[in-house]
């Protein structure tokens, strides 16, 4: 019954659209995490696309609105591995159902392989996506409205460094104290061995850290739309070949050397073969100045510190419920790892 009724809803979704686009047949999508988004893989006359059902309390209408006129700024711009979203009847790439904004976007191709098969030629090809990315959406000029979010900037302080220095810093020692009781008092077992060693590395390194970033905190970079969360699983392949970099609803304006960080980090972690590759292959589209190179380092060990505790966050002090457990575990003792690796 509740199926029947979600696929009601979904045919209301799609009737805004012209019949092209009305589906054959919607599936759900699988998809483990807390972001809250909703994903249906639609089957219609114009081929597949992916239903996206936005939480209530989710992104500001003029934001979403604003990043699908990037992502079709991108694909003028020739960057053909994006899902710039499909415009309705109405006109408007966003559409209000049942409480809930939805977009149609096209499915892209491939999947995220990149760790089950990993290769010089797709770290490299990553890189050099990413890079197309960066360059492109360099040249966008958002409305007015949309400034706020992805204007772009010649010398401006990080708003990432900001915001990460105010988090490590938020994590005092109280607070602390009320995380390793949460974790204590957890029924999950697994969970409570990684989440207390992520504590105890948290604890160890977050002096370090917040000096770093108190320092970078000063310089100034050039800003322009970024991903902000760009990492493995968002890396699409088909072959050797990027054909897709998906979930872009984190977009905002920042310094490159942020997506150079999460993307480089999650694909090769302390592996400085890995680094070299990577970075070489992102230069060979975009150079980066002598201060975004010492920044991606710092996003990517700040980066690294703050993720072990937002997973602690999230489980143990909010109670959030975990779907995946053993994917959620696997990534928490991957955090771990690379946090030993960066502690020495």
């Not at 807390?34 to 089957?43: E, I, L, P, Q």
């Not at 872009?248 to 972690?269: F, K, N, Q, Y």
Request: hydrophobic share 45%; charged share 20%; proline share 4%.
């Amino acid at each position: 019954m509740q199926d029947d009724k979600q696929q009601g809803v979904l045919r209301r979704v799609l009737a805004n659209y012209s019949s092209q686009y009305h589906p054959t047949q919607c599936v759900p999508v699988n998809q483990a995490g807390f972001s809250g988004a909703r994903v249906w893989k639609a089957t219609t006359a114009s081929g597949e696309f992916a239903v996206r059902q936005w939480p209530a309390e989710g992104l500001h209408s003029d934001r979403l609105l604003g990043l699908h006129q990037l992502l079709h700024h991108l694909r003028d711009q020739h960057i053909k591995w994006i899902a710039p979203p499909v415009t309705a009847v109405s006109g408007t790439t966003l559409v209000d159902v049942g409480s809930h904004l939805w977009q149609l976007e096209p499915w892209m191709p491939g999947a995220a392989d990149y760790l089950v098969q990993p290769s010089e030629a797709k770290l490299s090809a990553a890189l050099r996506a990413l890079a197309s990315w960066h360059r492109a959406a360099a040249t966008f000029r958002p409305s007015e409205n949309h400034r706020q979010w992805f204007a772009s900037h010649d010398n401006a302080a990080s708003p990432g460094i900001g915001e990460r220095l105010r988090l490590v810093v938020k994590w005092n020692s109280k607070r602390l104290d009320m995380a390793s009781r949460s974790v204590e008092g957890h029924a999950w077992s697994e969970f409570q061995a990684v989440a207390s060693q992520l504590i105890s590395a948290f604890k160890s390194m977050a002096p370090r850290v917040a000096d770093e970033l108190r320092m970078a905190a000063g310089l100034r970079f050039r800003l322009q739309p970024c991903l902000r969360d760009v990492w493995h699983d968002h890396i699409l392949f088909v072959g050797e070949e990027v054909t897709g970099i998906i979930d872009p609803s984190a977009c905002r304006s920042e310094t490159v050397a942020g997506d150079i960080a999460r993307l480089v980090g999650s694909l090769v972690g302390d592996d400085r073969r890995g680094w070299e590759t990577a970075l070489t292959a992102y230069q060979s589209v975009c150079r980066l100045s002598i201060d975004e190179w010492a920044a991606v380092e710092l996003f990517d060990r700040s980066g690294v510190l703050l993720s072990g505790m937002t997973w602690v966050q999230w489980i143990a002090m909010e109670g959030r419920p975990v779907d995946d457990r053993e994917r959620v575990l696997a990534r928490m003792t991957a955090i771990l790892t690379r946090l030993q690796n960066i502690g020495g």
